[in-house]
C-alpha cells in the first residue's frame, strides 16, 4: 500500500509541479510524462502482488468531510482493473510527449500534463476508494480532469459542444449514483464499501431499484446503449492519448462500478441476467453497426468500445445466470470472460487510438476515405494497427479471441444445461456474438483496408512520413500484449484466480476446478496456434522456393482491361459498408444526399452519406429541447428589475408567515 | 490424439480437390456436357505451382500475405474437424470456435488482400465477403449450440458421433432443421449458388472469384486449395451427422467417403437446377438459415 500512497503522491506532485514550470514546454513534457510512468511502475508492484494472491491491503485515515473517511483498499478486484489502468495510463503519457510535441510553442503544456496526472489518480481513487464520499470524490475528479482534457482543443466549436455533451452526460450519471449510494446509506446505516458487501441489501424490491440505479449510473460512464451518446462525441474531439486512456481504461471503471456493487446486493434473481445479456446485445450489435457507418476513424473506433463494452456485459450477464441458477461453471466463465475481455479492449483499444492519433498527425485528417496507401508511408503504424484490428474482431491467434472464448464456452455450457429460462437469453447472446464478431470483422478490414491499403485518395495521404519513436514505442508494446495474451492464454486465465474467488464469492477449489477446465481448452488452441504458426512458416519457405529463379514481374493492378485507373477508382469506406448500411437502414437512419450525373456529358455528380447517433437525435435531443424549454418559462420572474425582486421577497416573507401563524 | 485422427487429415488434404471435381462433373451431366475430367484441379494446381507471378505496384506485403495466412488457418482448421466417426487430431470442449476463428482469420486476410489491389473491383466482392459472412456465422454457431445440447457434448469430435448414432430416431425434426442449416451455411461460406456464382469472373455479382482475381502462380494455387479445403470441412460437418457408426472401421470409411461424394453430388445438382439469388436476397436466405437453426434450438428444449 506504501506503494499506492508513493504513486498517488508524485501524481499530485507532478501535476503541481507542470504546472509552475511554465517553459520550455519540451521538460514539460518530460516532466509530466515521467511522472505517470514512475507512479504506474510503482503503483503496479503492489497490484502484481495482490494478483498472485497476496493479502488485501488497507489505508484508514480520518477525513474532515461529513460521512467521509480516506478509506482505500487494495482487493484483487480493484488490483484486476488497476492493472490495465497503469499499464495505458503510462503507455499513454509516453505517446502524448510526442503526440504533443507539435503544439510546443503554439500553446502552453501545462494544463493538459496537469490534468493527465488529476486523471490518473482519479481513476486510481476511483478503484481503491471504499467509502462513498471519497468514491464520488474521486469519480467527480476524473470526470472533470477528463473533461478538460476533452476540451484541449477548445477553439474548435465541435470539440467544445463533444466537452459539454460529455460533461451533461457524466454529471447525469453521477446523480444516479448519488441515488444509489444514499439509499444503500440508508438502508446498512453506514458510508462503508465492506460493511455494505458483508451486510448487503436484504429487501428484495430496493435491491431491484439499486440495480437499476448502478446501471444507469455505471452504464452512463461505460457506455452502455442507450447512454453512450457522450462516446462518439468525445473521443474523437479529444487528443488520441486521452481518446486512448478514456476509451481503454477511464469507461471500464463504470464496468468495475457495476462489479463491485452487484457484491453489495445480495442474491441476483434470474431477470439480472437477462437484462445485462440484453444491454449488452443492444450494445454490441447497435455499436458495431454504427461504428461501420461511421467514416471518422476515431469517431469509429468510439463505437466499437461501445461494442466492447456490450461483450463485457454479456460476460457479467452469463455470470448473474449463473449466479441464479447456481451452476459454478456459468459464474466463472461469464465473469472471467467479461473480466479478461477488460483488460483485452484495453490493450487493443489503446493500440487502435495510438494507432488512429498516429495517422491524423501524419494525415492531418481521420476521414477514412480521404486516406488509403498509408501502409508504405507509415510500416510500423499499419502493422500495429493490423494486430489491434485482427485482435479486435476476436480471432485467433491474439487476446481479444481468448476472451470471446470464454464468454461463448459459458454460454454453450449454459444452453446446454439450463432449462428454457436460462437456455433462451444463451442462444441470443451465442447469436448476437457471432454476429458481432463478423460485423467487427467486417469493420476493422473496411478500416484498415481503406486507411493503409490501396493508393492515396487525396493529398492528404500521399505526403506522410511514420510517427516518432516516442509514439512507437507504446503502440509496439501493446501489440505485443495482444500476442502475448494470445499464447498464453492459460496461465492468463490461470492469474483470474484471486479476482473471481473475491468477486463471486466461490470456494478456492470451486472456482480452481472451473478455471482448469476452461485452461484445459485454452491449452489446446494455443496448440493449434503453435501449428498455424509452424504451417505458415513452412509455407512462406515453400512459397519463396518455388518462385526462386521463376519470372517475378510487377504491373497495374487489373482493370478488365483498362488501363487508366485513379485513385478514386477505387472503393470507399462508405461503398464497402453499403450493403450492410442498406440492410440496416431503417435503424441506422442514414442521410444520403446525392447529386445524380445527369446529361450526356455529365460533369458534377456525388454522393454524401452521413449517419448520425440514433439516441442522440431521436432521445436525448428533443427531451433536452423539452427541458430547456420549461426553464426558459421560469425566466418571466426575472425581469433584472430590483424593485420586483425585492416585491418577491416581500411576498415570500408574507406568505411564510402566514404559513407559521396558520 | 488416436492413430485413426490422422484418416481425416490425409483424406481431407488428398482429396479435397476431388469434391470440386465432383461438383463441376455433376454440373456437366445436368448441362448434357462431357465436362472436365474429375482431377481437373489437380491438374490446375499443378500448373498453378510451376508458374512464376505478377504484381500490382500498387500491393504490399499483406497481398502477398493473404494466401499463405488463408491457407495456413485452413490447414489449422483441418486438424479440428472429425470425418464421420474417426476422431479429429485436436478435440477440445468448444473447439468449433477455433474453427469458426480459424476460417474467419482465412476470411480476414483474403478480403485484406483484395483491398490491397486498389481495384473496385475486388473492393466489391470484399465487401460483399464479409458481410454475407457476418450473417452466415450466427447460423452456424447456433446450429452447433442445439447440437452439442443434443448431444451434451461440445467438441466436434464427440458431439457429432453422438448425434449420428441414435439421435435421429426421436429428434428427426431437430436434426433435420440443424442440417438443413449448416448445408445453406456450407453453400454461402464456400461461394456456391445460390449465393455467389463460382463460374463467372467477370460479372457485378461475383464475390470470392472476384476478390481473388489479381492473385496468380504459386499464390492462387494456395488460395484454390485453401477453398477446396474449406468445402471439405464443412460438408464433414453435414456428413458428421447423418453417418452412423457401423463398428467396422472400412465400412465406416467407405460410409463417410460415399457420404462426402453425395454433399458434392448435391451441391451440383443444387448449382444445376436454381438460379443465383439476387444479391439484396442473399441475406435474407441467411438470415432464413439462423432462424432455422434457433427453431431448432427452441424445438430441442422440451
Redesign the interface.
Known amino acids: 500500500m506504501t506503494w499506492l500512497l508513493f504513486a498517488m503522491a508524485i501524481l499530485l506532485l507532478g501535476g503541481m509541479a507542470v504546472l509552475l514550470l511554465s517553459r520550455p514546454d519540451r521538460n514539460v513534457s518530460w516532466l509530466g510524462a515521467g511522472s505517470v510512468v514512475i507512479a504506474s511502475v510503482l503503483g503496479c508492484v503492489p497490484v502484481i502482488q495482490v494478483l498472485s494472491g497476496g493479502s488485501v491491503e488497507a489505508v484508514r485515515v480520518p477525513w474532515s468531510v461529513p460521512f467521509g473517511e480516506f478509506f482505500i483498499e487494495l482487493d484483487p478486484l480493484t488490483a484486476w482493473f488497476l492493472f490495465p489502468t497503469l499499464l495505458l495510463s503510462a503507455l499513454s503519457a509516453i505517446y502524448g510527449a510526442g503526440y504533443l510535441r507539435v503544439w510546443q510553442g503554439r500553446r502552453s503544456l501545462g494544463p493538459v500534463w496537469f490534468f493527465h496526472c488529476l486523471l490518473v489518480l482519479g481513476m486510481m481513487l476511483v478503484l481503491l476508494a471504499r467509502n462513498a464520499m471519497l468514491f464520488l470524490f474521486a469519480w467527480e475528479l476524473m470526470a472533470v480532469a477528463s473533461f478538460f482534457l476533452v476540451t484541449f482543443e477548445h477553439e474548435r466549436e465541435a470539440v467544445r459542444e463533444a466537452g459539454w455533451i460529455y460533461f451533461v452526460a457524466t454529471h447525469l450519471g453521477t446523480a444516479f449514483l448519488l441515488m444509489f449510494f444514499l439509499l444503500t446509506a440508508r438502508e446498512t446505516g453506514s458510508m462503508d464499501f465492506n460493511v455494505w458487501a458483508e451486510k448487503g441489501i436484504q429487501t428484495r424490491g430496493l435491491a431491484d431499484i439499486l440495480f437499476l440505479l448502478a446501471i444507469v449510473g455505471f452504464g452512463t460512464k461505460a457506455g452502455f446503449m442507450p447512454f453512450h451518446v457522450w462516446l462518439p462525441e468525445a473521443h474523437p474531439a479529444a487528443p488520441s492519448h486521452v481518446s486512448a486512456l478514456m476509451s481503454g481504461v477511464m469507461i471500464k471503471t463504470g464496468i468495475y462500478g457495476l462489479l463491485r456493487s452487484l457484491t453489495f446486493l445480495g442474491l441476483p434473481p434470474l431477470w439480472w441476467g437477462w437484462m445485462l445479456i440484453g444491454i449488452g446485445l443492444t450494445s454490441g450489435v447497435l455499436g458495431v453497426l454504427f461504428a461501420l457507418a461511421q467514416h471518422d476513424l476515431k469517431r469509429l473506433l468510439a463505437y466499437h468500445s461501445v461494442e466492447n463494452i456490450g461483450i463485457i456485459a454479456l460476460g457479467i450477464g452469463v455470470g448473474l445466470l449463473g449466479v441464479s441458477t447456481g451452476s459454478p461453471a456459468l459464474i466463472v466463465l461469464g465473469f472471467g470472460g467479461g473480466l479478461l475481455h477488460v483488460l483485452n479492449h484495453a490493450l487493443f483499444k489503446g493500440l487502435l487510438f495510438f494507432g488512429a492519433g498516429a495517422v491524423l498527425q501524419g494525415t492531418g485528417t481521420h476521414e477514412i476515405d480521404h486516406l488509403?496507401?498509408l501502409?508504405?508511408r507509415m510500416p510500423w503504424t499499419a502493422a500495429t494497427f493490423?494486430i489491434g484490428a485482427?485482435a479486435i474482431?476476436?480471432?485467433?491467434p491474439l487476446n481479444g479471441?481468448v476472451s470471446e472464448?470464454l464468454i461463448?464456452?459459458g454460454?454453450?455450457?449454459g444452453?446446454?444445461m439450463l432449462?428454457?429460462a436460462g437456455?433462451?437469453p444463451l442462444?441470443a447472446l451465442?447469436?448476437?456474438l457471432?454476429?458481432i464478431?463478423?460485423?467487427a470483422?467486417?469493420c476493422?478490414?473496411?478500416a484498415?483496408?481503406?486507411v493503409f491499403?490501396?493508393?492515396p485518395r487525396t493529398e492528404h495521404a500521399s505526403h506522410t512520413s511514420e510517427a516518432g519513436w516516442a509514439m512507437r514505442l507504446p503502440m509496439l508494446l501493446l501489440a505485443a500484449g495482444c500476442a502475448l495474451i494470445g499464447l498464453f492464454a492459460p496461465v492468463v486465465v490461470g492469474a483470474l484466480q484471486a479476482v473471481l474467488e473475491n468477486t463471486t464469492g466461490l470456494r478456492r477449489e470451486v472456482v480452481r476446478e472451473n478455471l482448469a477446465?476452461a485452461a484445459?481448452?485454452l491449452a489446446?488452441?494455443v496448440?493449434?496456434t503453435v501449428?498455424?504458426l509452424l504451417?505458415?512458416v513452412a509455407?512462406?519457405l515453400?512459397?519463396r522456393s518455388?518462385?526462386a529463379g521463376?519470372?517475378?514481374?510487377?504491373?497495374?493492378?487489373?482493370?478488365?482491361g483498362y488501363a487508366q485507373?485513379t485513385?478514386r477508382?477505387?472503393?470507399t469506406a462508405s461503398?464497402?459498408?453499403?450493403?450492410?448500411t442498406?440492410?440496416f437502414r431503417w435503424l441506422l437512419g442514414t442521410h444520403r444526399q446525392v447529386q445524380r450525373p445527369e446529361g450526356i456529358m455529365p460533369a458534377n455528380a456525388s454522393l454524401t452519406t452521413e449517419t448520425p447517433d440514433l439516441c442522440h437525435g431521436n432521445l436525448y435531443r428533443p427531451g433536452f429541447l423539452k427541458v430547456n424549454w420549461g426553464l426558459s418559462q421560469l425566466r418571466r420572474l426575472q425581469q433584472g428589475q430590483v424593485q420586483l425582486y425585492v416585491l418577491y421577497i416581500a411576498v415570500t416573507l408574507i406568505v411564510l408567515l402566514a404559513w407559521k401563524f396558520r | 490424439m488416436y492413430p485413426e485422427s490422422f484418416i481425416p487429415l490425409l483424406l481431407a488434404l488428398v482429396l479435397s480437390p476431388l469434391l470440386l471435381g465432383i461438383i463441376n462433373r455433376t454440373k456437366a451431366l445436368f448441362a448434357g456436357r462431357r465436362g472436365p475430367p474429375l482431377l481437373q484441379i489437380y491438374f490446375d494446381l499443378w500448373k498453378l505451382?510451376h508458374?512464376?507471378?505478377?504484381?500490382?505496384?500498387?500491393?504490399?506485403w499483406?497481398f502477398?500475405a493473404g494466401p499463405?495466412?488463408g491457407?495456413?488457418?485452413v490447414?489449422?482448421a483441418v486438424?479440428?474437424v472429425p470425418l464421420g466417426n474417426f476422431p479429429a487430431l485436436?478435440a477440445?470442449?468448444?473447439?468449433f470456435?477455433?474453427f469458426?476463428?480459424?476460417l474467419?482469420?482465412m476470411?480476414?486476410f483474403m478480403?485484406?488482400a483484395a483491398?490491397?489491389?486498389?481495384?473496385?473491383?475486388?473492393?466489391?466482392g470484399?465487401?460483399?465477403e464479409?458481410?454475407f459472412?457476418?450473417?452466415?456465422?450466427?447460423a452456424?454457431?447456433?446450429a452447433l449450440?442445439t447440437l452439442?445440447?443434443q448431444a451434451?457434448s461440445?467438441s466436434l469430435s464427440t458431439m457429432l458421433g453422438q448425434v449420428s448414432g441414435g439421435h435421429w430416431l426421436h429428434l428427426g425434426p431437430v436434426l433435420a432443421l440443424v442440417m438443413i442449416a449448416l448445408m445453406i451455411v456450407l453453400l454461402a461460406e464456400n461461394a456456391r449458388i445460390p449465393v455467389d456464382d463460382p463460374n463467372t469472373h467477370?460479372e457485378l455479382t461475383m464475390i470470392h472469384e472476384v476478390m481473388v482475381?489479381?492473385h496468380g502462380?504459386?499464390?492462387f494455387a494456395?488460395i484454390v486449395y485453401g477453398a477446396a479445403l474449406k468445402l471439405w470441412l464443412l460438408a464433414a460437418l453435414v456428413v458428421g451427422m447423418v453417418v452412423p457408426a457401423t463398428g467396422a472401421s472400412w465400412l465406416d470409411l467407405a460410409l463417410v467417403m460415399g457420404g462426402m461424394f453425395a454433399v458434392a453430388v448435391i451441391v451440383g445438382v443444387v448449382e444445376s437446377v436454381m438460379a443465383r439469388l439476387r444479391?439484396?436476397m442473399v441475406?435474407q436466405l441467411l438470415v432464413g438459415a439462423?432462424a432455422l437453426a434457433?427453431a431448432a434450438?427452441?424445438l430441442g428444449?422440451k
Open positions: 488509403g496507401g501502409l508504405k493490423l485482427v474482431s476476436g480471432l485467433p479471441f472464448f461463448f464456452l454460454a454453450f455450457q444452453g446446454a432449462g428454457a437456455a433462451v442462444l451465442i447469436a448476437g457471432a454476429l464478431g463478423g460485423l470483422a467486417a476493422f478490414t473496411k484498415f483496408g481503406v491499403l490501396g493508393e477446465a484445459g481448452p489446446l488452441v496448440v493449434g501449428a498455424f504451417v505458415l509455407l512462406v515453400l512459397r518455388l518462385l521463376r519470372r517475378v514481374e510487377e504491373g497495374v493492378t487489373w482493370g478488365c485507373p485513385a477508382m477505387q472503393y461503398s464497402f459498408v453499403q450493403p450492410v442498406t440492410l | 505451382l508458374k512464376g507471378a505478377v504484381y500490382s505496384r500498387t500491393t504490399t499483406i502477398r499463405i495466412l491457407l495456413a488457418a490447414l489449422t486438424t479440428l485436436i477440445f470442449p468448444a473447439d470456435l477455433l469458426a476463428g480459424l474467419g482469420l476470411r480476414f478480403v485484406l483491398l490491397d489491389t486498389g481495384s473496385s473491383f475486388e473492393g466489391m470484399a465487401s460483399r464479409v458481410f459472412s457476418a450473417l452466415a456465422e450466427p452456424l454457431l447456433v449450440a452439442a445440447r451434451g461440445f467477370l482475381l489479381d502462380g504459386p499464390d494456395f444479391l439484396v441475406p439462423g434457433a434450438f427452441l428444449l
